[in-house]
């Protein structure tokens, strides 16, 4: 049987499925949690102290669903409480702050922590993750835009959602999603389903797009050394134009970043003899 089966109590019908929600502090998985369990918003910051524990039930197609949800605190203090609380797994809420591109950065961190509790056996490959981009509402501070963070979700396979537990935009869609994706992995003996495992655009694509985001200038847009000839610059430009083209390439952010190679190759011409 594999590690993340869920336990069955009438095969075929109900499910008992477990759910934890990760991300650092602050950036909203309680609140979260709460607005879709008891659909209301908290303003007032009240950290969690190790884990929050409750079970929900949910209806997915025609069969119950047993949800018991894990929150977890977000705090690096609270490591020693959290560690014993990723194992049996199937589905994972990994939230970050639109506004804190610290709480961004660090998903890697919070996989690596899971990675590293779950052990040499322990399998990711078969859990869903859903990645909520949270506080949407606070248009004012956002600083991770949504082309962003899709295609860091993407590029791995992760659902992805903008929402706002303030409001409730996204919320119950996230779930949904979410819970269809559990159901979906369960049906399928606990594998993630085919379809869903893997991104529609390529690792060079999602890097490419990545690379081109973190450029300081035209040179390192294009990849060449300052100072490259005309030809360097054409060559540079193709390999990118054929890679990124709006035609072929699907991948989130690549329109943006097919028009700043397009206008970095202008710039850069203008200026070579
Ligand atoms: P820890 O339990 O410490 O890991 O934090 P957490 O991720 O559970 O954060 P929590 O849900 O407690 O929310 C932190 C703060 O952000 C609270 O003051 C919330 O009111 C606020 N907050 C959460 N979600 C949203 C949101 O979507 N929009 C806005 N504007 N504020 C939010
Ligand atoms: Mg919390």
Not at 149 to 155: D, F, K, M, Q, T
Request: hydrophobic letters at 35%; a positive charge.
């Amino acid at each position: 049987m594999e590690a993340n089966m869920p336990k069955r109590k009438e095969p075929g019908r109900s499910l008992r499925i477990k759910v934890i929600s990760m991300g650092n502090a602050e950036v909203g998985k309680s609140c979260i949690i709460k607005r879709y369990c008891e659909k209301r918003f908290v303003s007032k910051y009240l950290a969690t102290i190790g884990i929050d524990y409750g079970v929900t039930k949910v209806h997915v197609r025609d069969r119950e669903i047993k949800v018991n949800i894990f929150d977890m605190a977000g705090h690096p203090f609270f490591y020693e409480v959290r560690n014993e609380f990723y194992k049996d797994t199937q589905g994972v809420i990994l939230v970050y702050d639109v506004g804190q591109k610290d709480s961004f950065d660090a998903l890697d961190a919070w996989l690596a922590e899971m990675k590293q509790e779950l052990g040499p056996h322990g399998n990711m490959e078969n859990i869903i993750f859903v990645v909520c981009a949270n506080k949407i509402d606070c248009t004012k501070h956002r600083c991770v835009d949504e082309s962003e963070g899709r295609l860091w979700a993407e590029s791995k396979g992760f659902l992805y959602f903008e929402t706002s537990a303030q409001t409730g935009e996204g919320i119950n869609e996230m779930f949904q999603t979410f819970y269809v994706s559990i159901v979906d992995l369960c049906e399928n003996g606990g594998k993630r389903p085919t379809t869903n495992s893997s991104a529609s655009f390529t690792k060079e694509q999602a890097d490419a797009i990545r690379r081109i985001r973190n450029s300081k200038d035209s040179w390192d847009m294009l990849g060449v050394k300052p100072g490259a000839s005309r030809d360097e610059v054409n060559k540079a430009y193709r390999k990118l134009a054929v890679l990124l083209h709006p035609d072929k390439c699907v991948a989130p952010g690549s329109e943006d970043a097919f028009k700043a190679v397009v206008n970095a190759r202008t710039a850069l011409l203008k200026n070579i003899k």
